[in-house]
């Protein structure tokens, strides 16, 4: 009988996630159960699993191409990555950039991004609490000094910019109501936070989306705003903060003196 020593893991998940590889050498059974039979039992039932995570955690891509679909292509997913961690809500971190470059999903190019989406809102909806700044503080703030100033936004605060209506498309398809028809060379950008129990997904301007990860580096609101007109010329900057503090994103700003 093999030893610890002798176990070679890495063959044996191989093994188990390519339905077309035999079952590792030296597998034993019991009760005079093949082990290969055995093999074949556990390796469907952690494909099943994983692929139902999947399913899960991007239920908008499953809806858009179909459960059988869907399910086909993470199982392919599944064969490539393997999980990183027992969590299962981590999972599928390289799901969206799968789905961008899978060939039977190509007529629908807007598919990796919505799966980014889905994606940054699990991230959120797991990530640390934190209260975000009253609105009498942000109201307080003097606009001459705002430029100089810095943030922190909240833990949960994510963004992406896309050049098809993803937040239009995600929030469609989480309702029953008659959709209507979208334009998908209206491109999006999408802020994602949690501030409390529920998550909020909103449209900021052009160029929003680098304006708030300019902030989540450290930068100024000036050098913030600067990274944003490189992007987009007519970067709404008013909008952009309206809709930052309405979705509560902001936890501490410090004015400079």
């Avoid at 597998?27 to 099943?48: Q, T």
């Avoid at 609101?221 to 990274?227: D, N």
Wanted: glycine fraction near 6%; charge should be negative; aromatic fraction near 10%.
């Amino acid at each position: 009988m093999p030893t610890s020593a002798d176990f070679d893991s890495g063959a044996f998940v191989r093994a188990l996630l390519d339905p077309e590889s035999p079952p590792p050498d030296d597998l034993e059974g019991r009760d005079g159960v093949s082990p290969a039979r055995r093999f074949a039992v556990y390796r469907n039932n952690i494909c099943v699993g994983l692929v139902d995570a999947l399913a899960e955690r991007f239920p908008v891509c499953r809806q858009l191409v179909g459960d059988e679909f869907f399910r086909a292509m993470a199982r392919h997913y599944v064969r490539r990555f393997l999980p990183c961690s027992p969590i299962l809500f981590e999972y599928g971190d390289e799901f969206a950039t799968f789905v961008s470059t899978f060939e039977p999903a190509r007529q629908l190019p807007y598919l990796g991004d919505v799966a980014r989406l889905e994606y940054a809102v699990g991230q959120s909806f797991h990530a640390a609490d934190a209260a975000p700044l009253p609105m009498e503080k942000l109201r307080a703030l003097q606009p001459e000094r705002l430029a100089r100033a810095t943030a922190t936004l909240h833990p949960s605060a994510y963004v992406l910019a896309s050049r098809y209506p993803i937040i239009s498309i995600w929030k469609a398809h989480l309702s029953d109501d008659e959709r209507n028809p979208l334009n998908l060379d209206d491109g999006e950008e999408a802020l994602v936070v949690r501030p409390a129990l529920e998550i909020r997904v909103t449209i900021l301007p052009a160029g929003g989306s680098a304006f708030v990860s300019a902030l989540q580096e450290g930068k100024t609101f000036g050098a913030a705003m600067a990274v944003a007109t490189g992007i987009a010329a007519d970067f709404d900057l008013t909008g952009c903060l309206r809709e930052l503090i309405v979705s509560e994103a902001f936890v501490t700003v410090s004015a400079a003196r």
